[in-house]
């Protein structure tokens, strides 16, 4: 039985999270989008679209977070350096080489378990 934490109101958006059957309780189910453009990332450094890194509206610089695909079961380990992402209904933004590491390039998005390590 799945278990439904409280949605959480971030900014303008609220994120209904859940947690994934079988996961840790730390674990939280949400849709992840990818992006890649050529800018200075929130916490100050380069961005560097084939890194391992993410955005996040509220987890600290540097947070370490497991994302698995859950269409395919491939994961990565992210390092969230950003904040985003800013569209309704998405929790995660990974960058290009994140994405590609979990097949999620050509989709554009995809369902994601997280887990922060």
């Known amino acids: 039985m799945q278990k439904f934490l409280a949605p959480v109101i971030l900014g303008l958006f609220l994120v209904a999270c859940q947690?994934?059957?079988?996961?840790?309780?730390?674990?939280t189910v949400t849709t992840a989008s990818w992006y890649q453009c050529c800018?200075?990332?929130?916490?100050?450094?380069?961005?560097n679209p084939d890194g391992l890194t993410a955005a996040h509206r509220t987890l600290a610089?540097?947070?370490r977070v497991r994302v698995t695909n859950l269409a395919?079961?491939?994961?990565?380990?992210?390092r969230i350096n950003d904040r985003g992402?800013?569209?309704?209904?998405?929790?995660?933004?990974l960058s290009?080489?994140?994405?590609?590491?979990?097949g999620?390039?050509?989709s554009g998005t995809c369902r994601v378990s997280m887990s922060v390590l």
Do not use: K
């Open 96 to 102: 290009r080489g994140a994405a590609r590491a979990i």
């Open 19 to 27: 947690s994934a059957p079988g996961l840790s309780d730390n674990s």
């Open 72 to 78: 395919n079961n491939r994961s990565v380990t992210v």
């Open 39 to 47: 800018h200075t990332t929130a916490n100050g450094e380069l961005f």
């Open 104 to 106: 999620c390039i050509s």
């Open 61 to 63: 610089f540097g947070t």
């Open 85 to 93: 992402p800013f569209i309704g209904g998405r929790g995660i933004d």
